[in-house]
């Protein structure tokens, strides 16, 4: 029954209408006609009632001459819109203009609140009772009536006698029957308004998640989206951002799948296609050439050692990608155990041309890490900067303490990176725009170097200037490492 958007809105905007307005106009006119024409018409009553009595005070002869009480009703009842009686100071009815008590004059009045007027008050009473008028003889109806009784006083300061009031207001709700059709028809306007309001919104409504629907469903099939219509509730517009954010998201993912395809198709099919070579070399006779073989089979072997490095690399992206990396904190001398670790990368650097220095001081603090992992970010730092520093330029690593932490530097004069893809190269298989003419790689080095250093607690800074080189700063926090070497000493 609920289930449409519609129907939603449109019940969501008819149902306060229905409810509220119906009850505040309720509300309305029974304070209007209880505290506003009721209170009113009696103040009015009240009035009229004491200019009455200050004029029977004038007229003494009226409570001994009934034919003075008379001509004093009639002179004055065509001036005021109520019933007038005449009462003494015993509460005996004198006179009235009231055709059904004229029976009742000479005979005392059962009157509620007589005494309060004698006492020299004014008594005011509003009620619904039955009445008998004249102009109406031939029914009986039930009506709200005004009572006022007012006190006349003499010359001795007494009451001597009362001016009693009485008019039929008539039903108050036919009074208002023009408001409660005023009412009827701003409550009808009311729910056509909102009905055509909720009608709007829901439909607008409708048509923006039906784009965001639609945007999903190209996702889902795998069709690139269209540009982001312009405008529309804030909500909405965030949930088109969030999905264009992720179609963004998956497109990178799926293109860093091909570039995954394509970097292991090169990677294994270079090192496969040399081992096959030798294979069959060997097996056409080379084997036979001692120093042939040799070659031969040390070939192999550096191949078969790039297979494993690439295996190593995919199994480190995995574990980071499942959460296994593990590492195995030793206590090693920092300073030699970096001497050590370079001396590989610095004759591999000579190799190609370049430049070789190190900056590492000889009292640089014991250190708690994993050497290995800890080795293979540095490795891949330095692999980075052997590859892409043309020959003749130099690479220079350093390292010291500061507020605390370790650092190790690897500073090279190469090719260097454009300041908007600083953030991109530590992305799996994202290679540089400058990469692209120089040596192949999967495009994972940087990516495991970043997470390794995470791994230990620690930060990888880089800062590059296109064809200037690229300086790569590893920052480990000194004092966790200082709290793990007693534990590991013992």
Not at 14 to 24: A, D, G, Q, Y
Not at 80 to 89: K, P, S, T
Not at 369 to 387: F, W
């Amino acid at each position: 029954m609920m289930r449409s958007l519609y129907t939603r809105l449109i019940v969501s905007h008819v149902l306060p209408v229905m409810v509220v307005v119906p009850i505040m106009a309720a509300v309305l006119v029974y304070v209007l006609e209880t505290q506003v024409v009721l209170t009113s018409i009696a103040d009015e009553l009240s009035m009229q009632a004491e200019l009455l009595a200050h004029l029977a005070a004038s007229q003494p002869d009226i409570w001994n001459d009934q034919a003075e009480a008379n001509a004093f009703v009639t002179r004055f009842g065509s001036l005021v819109q109520a019933r007038i009686a005449i009462l003494d100071a015993n509460g005996y009815l004198i006179v009235s203009n009231a055709t059904d008590e004229q029976a009742q004059v000479g005979s005392a009045q059962d009157i509620i609140g007589l005494a309060q007027v004698l006492d020299g008050g004014i008594y005011t009473r509003i009620s619904t009772e039955s009445y008998l008028y004249a102009e109406y003889v031939h029914y009986q109806e039930s009506a709200e009536v005004a009572e006022v009784m007012a006190p006349v006083w003499g010359a001795n300061q007494r009451v001597v006698g009362i001016i009693r009031l009485t008019s039929q207001i008539g039903h108050v709700h036919e009074r208002f029957k023009g408001l409660r059709l005023l009412i009827v028809g701003t409550l009808l306007i009311a729910l056509v308004l909102s009905v055509s309001l909720g009608w709007v919104l829901a439909r607008d409504l409708a048509r923006q998640l039906h784009q965001a629907t639609q945007m999903v469903e190209l996702l889902t099939s795998g069709v690139r989206l269209p540009a982001l219509p312009k405008g529309g509730l804030h909500e909405i517009r965030r949930l088109l951002l969030s999905v264009d954010a992720l179609s963004a998201r998956l497109n990178a993912v799926e293109e860093a799948r091909r570039q995954l395809l394509a970097n292991l198709v090169h990677e294994l099919g270079r090192p496969l296609g040399a081992l096959r070579s030798a294979i069959q070399a060997l097996r056409g006779g080379a084997h036979k050439d001692p120093v042939l073989g040799q070659e031969l089979l040390l070939g192999m072997d550096e191949e078969i050692g790039r297979l494993e490095r690439l295996l190593d690399d995919l199994a480190h992206l995995y574990d980071q990608a499942v959460g296994k990396a593990e590492l195995n904190y030793q206590q090693i001398p920092l300073a030699e155990w970096l001497v050590n670790l370079l001396v590989p990368w610095r004759e591999a650097a000579q190799a190609r041309g370049l430049r070789w220095q190190t900056e590492i001081p000889q009292e640089l603090p014991m250190f708690v890490a994993d050497p290995d992992r800890l080795a293979q970010a540095l490795g891949n730092l330095l692999s980075n900067a052997t590859k892409y520093t043309p020959s003749g330029g130099s690479i220079t690593v350093s390292a010291g303490t500061d507020n605390g932490k370790v650092w190790i530097e690897v500073r090279d004069t190469g090719i260097g990176i454009d300041p908007d893809e600083l953030e991109a190269i530590f992305e799996p298989f994202y290679r540089g725009q400058r990469t692209h003419h120089l040596p192949r790689g999967m495009g994972l080095g940087l990516t495991i170097a970043r997470d390794l250093v995470t791994a230990h607690g620690g930060t990888l800074e880089v800062h590059s200037t296109p064809g200037h080189g690229s300086r790569f700063v590893i920052r480990l926090p000194l004092q966790k490492s200082q709290q793990l070497i007693p534990h590991l000493s013992a």
